[in-house]
């Protein structure tokens, strides 16, 4: 009786960890996406300030 209690227990720790696997493992790849994306828009606004900023300043 206890051992089979141990063992259903047991089951459904191994489905809940499962399942929040799985949750854990959709939430990092849409981080993934949001930060490179995120990481693109910064790079391309430096980009744009490095050539630009030097000749607005020598202008000015």
Same mark, same amino acid.
């Given at each position: 009786?206890?051992?089979?209690?141990?063992?259903?227990?047991?089951?459904?720790?191994?489905?809940? *960890?499962?399942?929040?696997?799985? $949750?854990?493992?959709?939430? %990092?790849?849409? @981080?993934?996406?949001?930060?490179?994306?995120?990481?693109?828009?910064?790079? *391309?606004?430096?980009?744009?300030? $490095?050539?630009?900023?030097? %000749?607005?300043? @020598?202008?000015?």
């Amino acid at each position: 009786m206890i051992r089979k209690d141990i063992s259903e227990l047991m089951r459904l720790n191994m489905e809940a *960890i499962e399942q929040k696997s799985k $949750l854990a493992t959709a939430t %990092s790849e849409k @981080a993934i996406v949001v930060i490179s994306v995120v990481g693109t828009l910064c790079f *391309i606004i430096a980009f744009v300030l $490095l050539i630009n900023l030097p %000749s607005s300043i @020598a202008n000015y």
